[in-house]
């Protein structure tokens, strides 16, 4: 079959957990339907995640939802993802709406306001429906959370809500998958798994006809038919994560011989700018966990991006970086501070109005002369330009609260196609920070960066490797999973 005929449809997956690899399978689904010349379009209803990505519509989304409407190769739109929930401490959370921010809110305060996002959801599902062939849908968390399934919207109460067929995704590679799947029937209300049209089971290592039995033994408890049995696709760390919870996974750093520290804050948001610098072999980029000293060999440390900069900064302290950085600039090291950590890099961060948690103020590292008053108003704009110093093109985006004003802003990073100016640097130039996210994913950037600490760019092209790897997870799954069954299902 190499399309699909009738009017549009839609198909959610949904996950036995978090992390089960939901993001993905959408992501490559959404290439390989779009490379049979499907309209396909992406819509998470409601997600949680501080790696957020700027629409072409002047809002925020979820990193993945960016990537799977990349997948699509369509423009990223905030109704993909009307409701993205950004954490700023264990039991609370910044809430967008339709790309924009609407205020804070507990996460009991949260379940009382589903109720009311529900219709703005249905309404944003309405849209992409209209303008495709098929609507993938990626769940959030466990569709066995049947504590929060009273005014569901992310799970089993959206999928009831428009009756789509949810298709279930268990992980073998964390272990129990035959219980994750059988269980999650058990807790389901009838009605809830009577939309399920199947399971799949994800990160399957081995040989699979050891795992056949399973597979039956799954079905047979269930009622579901199996899917498809999908081997790990180890490319996947090639492509942006959604969650944090990837870097707390230790795996080793790539062996460049410039070492590239990164603070593993709290909060730490879109950290897939730094992806791109993990391609490069003269870099061996190090994530520095909590706990753990900067390594004394750094040639640069980096303060990535931060929801909630002024507790980051403090558990910065806390964990005696502050002490390091100091350390690592005395011995001539570089420093790099991107969006929150451009701001802790500052003499303060003010926060009159309360708009990370209650007002405050905090110094910061003092390696920059500048300060920072974090606003109401929240910049989202895609950005491009030139770095000052050298010259070399980027392309980028602006996330942020806040403005930034002092003398070292006299000596900005980057300038605006439209003539304005972005970032601060030192009088020695070893202290640069920005506001622009997504720097190193254009290469002539990068370039420049590398020269900068003293290493030799490696010349590949990062956007273009992006897509190679969503185009080998279209295949990937296309082996081991029936397209046209998956597409029969779909209503």
């Known amino acids: 079959m190499a399309g699909r005929s009738g009017p549009p449809a839609a198909l959610m997956f949904q996950g036995t957990g978090s992390d089960v690899g939901k993001s993905l399978i959408v992501a490559g689904l959404c290439r390989a339907l779009t ?52 954490p700023q401490s264990d039991v609370g959370a910044q809430v967008v709406v339709l790309g924009q921010v609407t205020g804070n809110a507990a996460a009991r305060d949260f379940q009382s306001m589903k109720p009311g996002l529900l219709p703005i959801i249905l309404d944003s599902f309405a849209r992409l429906k209209a303008e495709a062939d098929i609507v993938l849908i990626e769940g959030a968390g466990s569709a066995a959370e049947v504590n929060l399934r009273a005014n569901d919207i992310a799970n089993m109460g959206f999928a009831r809500a428009t009756g789509t067929p949810v298709v279930l995704i268990g992980d073998i590679d964390r272990g129990g998958v035959i219980a ?89 948001a879109n950290f897939d700018d730094l992806d791109p610098l993990k391609r490069e072999p003269a870099i061996r980029l190090v994530f520095v966990q909590p706990g753990e000293a900067l390594p004394g060999n750094a040639g640069l440390v980096i303060l990535p991006g931060s929801k909630a900069t002024l507790s980051d900064l403090a558990d910065l302290r806390r964990n005696g ?82 403005q930034t004003d002092g003398p070292d802003c006299a000596r900005p990073l980057l300038r605006f196609a439209d003539g304005r ?50 185009d080998a997870l279209a295949d990937h799954l296309a082996r081991y999973i029936d397209l046209d069954r998956l597409l029969s299902l779909a209503k």
């Open 35 to 86: 490379n049979r010349g499907l309209r396909v379009r992406p819509f998470k209803p409601q997600n949680m995640s501080n790696n957020a990505a700027v629409t072409a519509d002047g809002g925020e989304i979820g990193r993945a939802q960016a990537l799977q409407a990349r997948a699509c190769r369509v423009a990223a739109s905030v109704h993909m993802n009307p409701v993205l929930l950004k």
């Open 180 to 268: 994750q799947i059988v269980g999650t029937r058990a807790v389901l209300d009838p009605a809830d798994a009577a939309l399920v049209a199947g399971f799949l089971v994800n990160k399957f290592r081995g040989d699979p006809t050891l795992f056949q039995p399973g597979m039956d033994f799954i079905s047979e408890h269930t009622a579901w038919p199996a899917l498809g049995l999908i081997p790990y696709f180890r490319e996947a760390v090639r492509l942006p994560a959604e969650d944090a919870v990837a870097l707390d996974r230790r795996s080793a750093p790539n062996g460049g011989t410039i070492v590239v520290a990164v603070l593993r804050l709290a909060h730490i």
């Open 321 to 402: 970086w502050d002490i390091d950085i100091l350390a690592h600039v005395r011995r001539g090291g570089r420093v790099l501070g991107i969006c929150g950590g451009y701001q802790m890099l500052g003499r303060l961060v003010a926060d009159p109005d309360g708009v990370e948690g209650h007002p405050g103020s905090m110094p910061g590292l003092g390696l920059l002369d500048v300060k920072t008053t974090l606003t109401r108003e929240k910049t989202l704009i895609e950005t491009s330009g030139i770095s000052v110093a050298d010259g070399a093109p980027f392309h980028g985006y602006e996330m942020h609260v806040g």
């Open 421 to 470: 100016v972005d970032g601060a640097m030192s009088a020695d130039g070893r202290v640069r920070a920005t506001y622009v996210h997504g720097l190193f994913a254009d290469d002539r950037q990068r370039g420049a960066f590398l020269a900068w600490i003293g290493g030799t760019a490696a010349g590949f092209s990062y956007e273009a490797e992006i897509d190679r790897v969503l």
